[in-house]
């Protein structure tokens, strides 16, 4: 079987309830059209509230983190069971902005990683350089070290998703060339291929001011399979523009 294709919306800290529910319901209504399977991630906050709204329809849930403990005294945290509990179907672990502004090394990001595997969650592990590191030529070493660090021994395709982000293109408006992207998503398949011995079956999503207008060409290179999108997933129509350039679902 080869990856399945994901588009996921990281809304990341905006949204109160109400704007989160109304935006939920806009995707929910464009989603039976799309070719490849829809995932929100919205502030912890309005987690309930728009799983109320998704109900069990084709848009899954996720979380935007999650602590690697399943309980105990850790104010202000969230645990993988709280968010499965809620109806999570995935979580992100390690976006670079939780790399940056929390200092999140890799062996955290693989325990949160873990922490989403033992409560039946997806994890989708991001990996990204930055620009001095790209400028450097350490941008497949940085992915490879970053690789071996946050993902956990045993991972699977069918619980494991990779996004690689190139931390240079978050929020900036600059996209990888085709030849960035499809290199970088090459480097990261072999490198799963030899810590898992499967590598051809991971969803490797692109991340990184990905937006309609440059979606069917991320979308058409070779490895990338599908997106983790940021601002455009807070605008229904450009999310779901973005999910409209998407091949087939892929069996």
């Given at each position: 079987?080869?990856?399945?294709?994901?588009?996921i919306?990281?809304?990341?800290?905006?949204?109160?309830?109400a704007?989160?529910?109304?935006?939920?319901?806009?995707?929910?209504?464009?989603?039976?059209?799309?070719?490849?399977?829809?995932?929100?991630?919205?502030?912890?906050?309005?987690?309930?509230?728009?799983?109320?709204?998704?109900?069990?329809?084709?848009?899954?849930?996720?979380?935007?983190?999650?602590?690697?403990?399943?309980?105990?005294a850790?104010?202000?945290?969230v645990?993988?069971?709280?968010?499965?509990?809620?109806?999570?179907?995935?979580?992100?672990?390690?976006?670079?902005?939780?790399?940056?502004?929390?200092?999140?090394?890799?062996?955290?990001?693989?325990?949160?990683?873990?922490?989403?595997?033992?409560?039946?969650?997806?994890?989708?592990?991001?990996?990204?350089?930055?620009?001095?590191?790209?400028?450097?030529?350490r941008?497949?070493?940085?992915?490879?070290?970053?690789?071996?660090?946050?993902?956990?021994?045993?991972?699977?395709?069918?619980?494991?998703?990779?996004?690689?982000?190139?931390?240079?293109?978050?929020?900036t408006?600059?996209?990888?060339?085709?030849?960035?992207a499809?290199?970088?998503?090459?480097?990261?398949?072999?490198?799963?291929?030899?810590?898992?011995?499967?590598?051809?079956?991971?969803?490797?999503?692109?991340?990184?001011?990905?937006?309609?207008?440059?979606?069917?060409?991320?979308?058409?290179?070779?490895?990338?399979?599908?997106?983790?999108?940021?601002?455009?997933?807070?605008?229904?129509?450009?999310?779901?523009?973005?999910?409209?350039?998407?091949?087939?679902?892929?069996?």
């Open positions: 079987m080869g990856p399945q294709h994901y588009v919306g990281n809304w990341k800290m905006n949204g109160l309830v704007g989160a529910c109304a935006l939920a319901r806009a995707v929910l209504a464009g989603a039976p059209g799309c070719a490849t399977q829809l995932a929100l991630c919205p502030p912890a906050t309005s987690l309930g509230a728009v799983a109320a709204v998704l109900g069990r329809g084709p848009v899954m849930l996720g979380g935007q983190d999650c602590h690697p403990k399943a309980t105990g850790h104010t202000g945290d645990s993988a069971e709280m968010l499965a509990d809620v109806g999570c179907g995935l979580v992100v672990v390690g976006h670079s902005e939780r790399r940056t502004n929390h200092g999140e090394r890799d062996d955290l990001v693989r325990a949160k990683a873990e922490a989403a595997h033992r409560a039946g969650l997806v994890a989708v592990i991001c990996v990204g350089e930055t620009l001095a590191e790209r400028e450097a030529g941008t497949r070493e940085i992915l490879a070290t970053q690789l071996r660090g946050s993902v956990p021994a045993g991972a699977t395709a069918t619980r494991t998703i990779i996004a690689y982000e190139p931390v240079w293109a978050i929020g408006g600059k996209v990888a060339t085709p030849a960035q499809a290199e970088a998503h090459g480097w990261i398949r072999s490198e799963l291929d030899g810590m898992t011995g499967a590598g051809g079956a991971f969803s490797i999503l692109y991340g990184g001011s990905v937006k309609p207008e440059n979606a069917t060409d991320l979308f058409a290179l070779p490895g990338v399979d599908g997106a983790l999108v940021g601002g455009a997933s807070l605008d229904a129509t450009q999310f779901l523009g973005i999910a409209a350039a998407a091949p087939r679902r892929r069996a």
